[in-house]
């Protein structure tokens, strides 16, 4: 079992940055895939970034690429998601699942656990 708690959103300006962080709890979150999903308001969860279990590994979505850097720390058992040059459009509730792999393109996404989210709001 493994429990997600995310933190880190809250309110920014149009271009400034924030770091999202996913904790958690369990001796083998090491073996799991991570992503970062998004829920704006009315619309569906969408795929944001994924890194393999190792860290060696990461994809984005084309509407993050370029702006969001997924990493994880093993040691502190946190996936973290550095994103830059914000815009309105990336306005929504921020989510980490973790699963044996990440599935951007699957209902589910492959994810086995979820956290509770993190609200990030840009204004413009």
């Known amino acids: 079992q493994v429990q997600l708690v995310e933190s880190g959103g809250g309110l920014v300006q149009t271009g400034g940055s924030l770091r999202l962080s996913c904790a958690a709890s369990g001796q083998t979150f090491g073996i799991y895939a991570v992503g970062w999903f998004r829920q704006a308001p009315g619309k569906e969860r969408e795929f944001g970034a994924a890194?393999?279990?190792?860290?060696?590994?990461?994809v984005y979505a084309d509407s993050v690429k370029g702006r969001f850097t997924i990493s994880r720390d093993n040691a502190k058992n946190t996936v973290y998601l550095q994103m830059n040059s914000l815009k309105p459009e990336d306005t929504a509730v921020y989510y980490c699942?973790?699963?044996?792999?990440?599935?951007?393109?699957?209902?589910?996404?492959?994810?086995?656990?979820w956290g509770r989210g993190t609200l990030v709001t840009v204004s413009s």
């Open positions: 890194i393999s279990g190792s860290g060696g590994s990461t």
């Open positions: 699942g973790a699963g044996r792999t990440v599935l951007p393109d699957t209902p589910g996404y492959g994810m086995d656990y």
